[in-house]
């Protein structure tokens, strides 16, 4: 007999996720046959930001989320350089890219350690107290020495995490929500002060992720490979690509790209739509963003989940580290739960390495932003990476304010629902066939869950009033 039990909320992520699960003997083993995500929070942004200044975008999309917070002012000023006609100095997009590998750094430690690793440790003994208890203890769990160790690190993480917010602050103003990042560039100065101090916290943060992140990661693949097998999901990858290399964006350190059917391919905006089916929305299906519409249906029958279900030319694509590592031929080992985390750990090293050669190209005392004048009317886009995937800003401008803004976030894509041909999100995609041996301790669901590293800040922003929070649920069908 089949038995659904949802998780809510799914903790270690960012925001307010809900997953149900259906599990059933299959082969004689119990198994994940069905699967529903849901983002049980409103955003709203694209309602707040029609009227107001297009150079207020980047500062109010900051706080969509405040753990990548930077890649939302870097989509809006993307978008707004475009409007605009600007073009940032050298030092300005330097600065950026800068400041945007600090946030990648964090937020990849800040998965590997603190939000996903603890699936697969049995703190029991080690972290003996809130928010690390109650928890799952299962058999397969790495104890003892390993466990000791790897909790140690959890520790130091901490620290190493300080200093890459205290890294991109050099440059940024602030972390979170920079305040430098503007139209045209970056308001800040480069001076060889801040790039001697950027240069000596990036050293002591690429000597952990070499000495200690990266043996970390590679023991807990070598202690499960099982998990390269589970989590596969559509097996489809896209990316936008991110870190401009040169004025005209055209080379990237990541470049976009994608991987359709088994096929690579390239990236054309156009193709990119999203559908409402079983989002609570109201509105035409599958349009291009750049014509899109948020309108609210929190009662809509049949809906949900608070996401809308982005596609790729009709087709459900997974974006994050893994995408942008495996269309740019850095990592083709497999799709999977595990490859996910290897993937990421290795773009981490990729792009702190990056870093140390960027200051070497910063100008002392030269300008790092263009100025310009708003347009009386624009079009434009702007379309980079998240730590966790893609991430676009479409913005229209008339009569000299905001007009139409539409955002689509990376776990947008990656825990997004059902469309009208019933195609699943590839975080549902990706669950089915997970083994639960015990339905009381899912554990097996929450790896592969946290391997996305969901972000449901982004997704979603608003709790519909009188909601339960919600606790796990089991419920016998």
Known sequence: MPTTFTIDPVTRIEGHLEVQVTVDLVGGEQKVVDARSAGTMFRGF????????????????????????????????????????????????????????????????????????????????????????????????????????????????????RKAHQMGAIFGGKLPCVSSFVVGGCTDQVTAKKIQDFRALLTEIRAFIDDVYLPDAAALAAAFPSYYSLGAGPGNLLAFGVFDLDASGATKLLGPGRYTNGVPGTVSVAQITEDITYGRYNGADDLNPAVGVTQPNPDKAGAYTWLKAPRYSNQPHELGPLARMWVNGRYTHGISAMDRIMARAAEAKFVADSMDGWLNQLAPEQPAYTPSTIPASATAAGLTEAPRGGLGHWMNVTNHVISRYQVITPTSWNAAPKDHQNQRGPMEAALLGVPVPDIAKPVEVLRVIHSFDPCLACAVHLLRPGEKAGTVVRLAT
């Open 46 to 161: 694209e309602m707040i930001l029609p009227g107001r200044d297009p150079r207020d975008a980047a500062l109010y999309t900051q706080r969509i989320c405040g753990v990548c917070p930077v890649p939302h002012a870097l989509a809006a000023c993307l978008a707004l350089d475009q409007a605009f006609g600007a073009t940032p100095p050298d030092n300005g997009r330097i600065m950026r890219n800068l400041v945007l590998g600090a946030n990648f750094i964090d937020s990849h430690l800040l998965h590997f350690y603190h939000l996903s690793a603890l699936d697969f440790i049995d703190t029991t003994g080690v972290l003996d107290m809130p928010p690390w208890t109650p928890r799952y203890v299962t058999a397969d769990m790495l104890t003892g020495p390993a466990a000791a160790a790897l909790v140690a690190h959890y520790r130091t993480a901490l620290a190493i995490r």
